[in-house]
């Protein structure tokens, strides 16, 4: 049986993975939850599934009182990192660049680590998969685009380019101009994927796929990475083979199936998602990027390399969050973004506390208009 810790057990990913855990109980054990703040589900969750122990890390959000789970070890803080230390695979899906102590840590303990945590890789990509090759960590993509490419690769050969698929999102047709009117709400509802707000609103921005760009240009190691828009989101991505053939992943989009890929790996276990039906066209439009450009600025992070992407990401979180509070519209947030890549020096570093420090004063700058 497979000892699984969630690092991040309350949020989406941390909630379909232990669904994924009950359904095939007498394979996987939910060992170790782990959340941020959310004590009273952590609670629940650590009643309902009789882990080994669980941590909580806002030691502000701890009460002694209330986390009383028999025979249930608990830790706060980031005591709770060596919780993890004795399970066979760590689900991260906490978000932000904060974890990305944490994500070190069972770097270079070698683990085997299930990565759903965009920021991290976005923005130190080099320094992670550097120090994973160094402490022989193995990095499991969880990110559905990125799954599809691992599990593509796993056919093996000499890959000649990684294409990610992207919807195109809900205002793909729109202008410019129509863009300007759209709301927080309505930017939040993703067409095909159940998602949180921020990352909604990033796929309607495409500064999504950007972000993705990025991650797979560090988790495959290659810089030979592009998109397509595909809006039905059944392929997943693709990749080209120095021959000219082409794999690709076709599933209803789900994600409890790149979850259990990588928590079953290298077996296959059922996950409940629905069969699909070859019942309908498959389609790819065009790009249109005079329109929706974030890829094109996930790109040239790339061709920089450095902090470039840290800076990408930071600004990004600061415009997203000016956008919810209505002080800017859907269209400035990538213009926000290419103005703080374009003034602010890049530089290489192999320092996780520097682009910790940069990322925290590049969204504080753009969310204060001071770049």
Known sequence: MKKIAIFGSTGSIGKQALDFIAANENEFKADVLIAYDNLELLIEQAKRFKPRAVGLLNEACWDKKKCLVDNVKTEVGKDAYELCFDCDTILFCVVGVDAMRALATFIERGKRIALANKECLVSAGRIIMDRAKKFGAEIIPVDSEHSAVWQCLRAGGEVKKIIL??????????SEEELKSITPNEASIHPNWKMGKKISIDSATMMNKALELIEARWLFDTKEVDYVIHPESVIHSLVMMKDGAIFAQLSEPDMRLPISVALSYPE?????????????PLTFVPK???VFYAPVLGKYCIERGGTAGAVLDASNEAAVKLFCEKRIAFTDIAKIVKQALYSTRIYETSSIEDIIMLHDEIKNKVYKNDL
Do not use: H, L, W
């Not at 992207?166 to 729109?174: D, L, N």
């Open 268 to 280: 296959r276990t059922e996950c409940g998602i629905k069969n699909f039906e070859f019942d309908r």
């Open 288 to 290: 249109r990027e005079d």
């Open 165 to 174: 698929t992207a919807s195109g999102g809900r205002y793909y047709r729109m």
